[in-house]
């Protein structure tokens, strides 16, 4: 098992920045992806920003140049830099982390408010 614990969240103005963090717990064996996904009202939840052990990484399109994933392997720790945010990325980010044998593990989610 795995658990994973988001901070970061909170309200910021458009323009502004947020760093989310999320640690992870627990049997880390097999995972080899860390990444963070969002949900607005109303819509389906969507990848944001993926990092794999490696350090590759892997971005939506809305978010490329403004947002930077990053891990911190020996913490188990990924982040995710925000920076000039808009009111569409108002939404619940969730950490997620895969690996083998379909190993699936989500957080309980940090809600980004971005007003205009």
């Known amino acids: 098992q795995v658990q994973l614990v988001e901070s970061g969240g909170g309200s910021v103005q458009a323009g502004g920045s947020l760093r989310l963090s999320c640690a992870a717990a627990?049997?880390?064996?097999?995972?080899?992806?860390m990444g963070w996904y969002r949900q607005a009202p109303g819509k389906q939840r969507e990848l944001v920003a993926d990092?794999?052990?490696?350090?590759?990484?892997n971005y939506a399109d809305s978010v490329k140049g403004r947002f930077t994933i990053s891990r911190d392997n020996a913490k188990n720790t990924v982040y995710l830099q925000m920076n000039s945010l808009k009111p569409e990325d108002t939404a619940v980010y969730y950490c997620?982390?895969?690996?083998?044998?379909?190993?699936?593990?989500w957080g309980q989610g940090t809600q980004v408010t971005v007003s205009s």
């Open positions: 627990g049997n880390m064996f097999g995972i080899n992806v």
């Open positions: 997620n982390v895969k690996g083998i044998w379909q190993l699936d593990y």
């Open positions: 990092i794999r052990s490696g350090g590759s990484t």
